[in-house]
């Protein structure tokens, strides 16, 4: 079956430090990828998207490379400030059942000190 | 604007009640979801539902029921059968067709009294 591994957290860094956050699948089929964020007490927000092989999403700041041959879709930030302090969800949508269904990993706590 | 509304936004539940978790949409979306999120772990498919009065089993489905009787409107019940229902639950929907993102509301926290 599908599956989503995510870097251990929680993660705590500095203001204006470089972040990764990594994130490696299991897919049978030819899956989109999609990092989530969810701030405190809230639902989650779609932050990027890469729906193919060497695909880039971007969007805040924040990068992702859909790789296939090492199955990772890692996220990055040159210089994170302290309004991203959230948790993070990489996610996976296999293709060959359409969007029925998302696979989550299990999110990444970021804090980010001034 | 478009968006999904889920309430309460906090639930209180008695032994061997049931509740209901309310779940609406007006972006015109086909598919509609419920997760639930317990602490450090990612969240889990409940139910899902593709089309008005159709749905189908997620991954932790017992102890839970839906309804589908309206495109906007996805209604969870949490059943006495349920013996861990707190939880956060978080309701979602979809476009549909490939690559679609979910959209997501803010989410019901659910605690046993």
Same mark, same amino acid.
Request: hydrophobic share 30%; aromatic share 12%.
């Given at each position: 079956?599908?599956?989503?591994? /995510?870097?251990?957290?929680? #993660?705590?860094?500095?203001?204006?430090?470089?972040?990764?956050?990594?994130?490696?699948?299991?897919?049978?089929?030819?899956?989109?990828?999609?990092?989530? #964020?969810?701030?405190?007490?809230?639902?989650? /927000?779609?932050?990027?998207?890469?729906?193919?092989?060497?695909?880039?999403?971007?969007?805040?700041?924040?990068?992702?490379?859909?790789?296939?041959?090492?199955?990772?879709?890692?996220?990055?930030?040159?210089? #994170? /400030? #302290?309004?991203?302090?959230?948790?993070?969800?990489?996610?996976?949508?296999?293709?060959?059942?359409?969007?029925?269904?998302?696979?989550?990993?299990?999110?990444?706590?970021?804090?980010?000190?001034? | 604007?478009?968006? !999904?509304?889920?309430?309460? %936004?906090? &639930?209180?539940?008695?032994?061997?009640?049931?509740?209901? $978790?309310?779940?609406?949409?007006? &972006?015109?979306?086909?598919?509609?979801?419920? +997760?639930?999120?317990?602490?450090?772990?990612?969240?889990?498919?409940?139910?899902?539902?593709? !089309?008005?009065?159709?749905?189908? %089993?997620?991954? !932790?489905?017992?102890? +839970?029921?839906?309804?589908?009787? %309206?495109?906007?409107?996805?209604?969870?019940?949490?059943?006495?059968?349920? %013996?861990?229902?707190?939880?956060?639950? &978080?309701?979602?929907?979809?476009?549909?067709?490939?690559?679609?993102?979910?959209?997501?509301?803010?989410?019901?926290? $659910?605690? !046993?009294?």
């Amino acid at each position: 079956g599908n599956s989503v591994t /995510q870097m251990e957290g929680p #993660v705590t860094l500095s203001e204006e430090a470089f972040l990764t956050i990594n994130c490696t699948y299991t897919a049978t089929g030819y899956p989109s990828l999609f990092w989530y #964020v969810q701030y405190p007490g809230e639902g989650l /927000q779609l932050l990027l998207k890469a729906t193919k092989a060497d695909d880039k999403g971007s969007n805040k700041g924040f990068e992702a490379t859909y790789r296939k041959e090492t199955t990772s879709f890692h996220l990055e930030k040159g210089s #994170v /400030q #302290v309004s991203d302090s959230a948790v993070y969800f990489c996610a996976l949508s296999d293709r060959a059942f359409g969007n029925e269904k998302l696979t989550f990993g299990t999110g990444t706590r970021l804090t980010i000190i001034p | 604007d478009g968006g !999904i509304t889920q309430s309460p %936004k906090y &639930l209180f539940r008695k032994e061997g009640q049931n509740v209901t $978790l309310s779940c609406e949409q007006n &972006l015109n979306h086909d598919a509609m979801y419920w +997760y639930r999120q317990d602490p450090g772990q990612g969240l889990r498919l409940i139910y899902y539902s593709q !089309i008005v009065n159709d749905f189908q %089993k997620g991954d !932790i489905a017992e102890g +839970y029921s839906v309804s589908r009787e %309206k495109k906007e409107s996805f209604p969870l019940t949490v059943t006495s059968a349920q %013996k861990n229902p707190t939880a956060f639950y &978080l309701c979602a929907s979809c476009r549909g067709g490939r690559n679609q993102p979910q959209h997501f509301g803010d989410g019901t926290r $659910l605690s !046993i009294l």
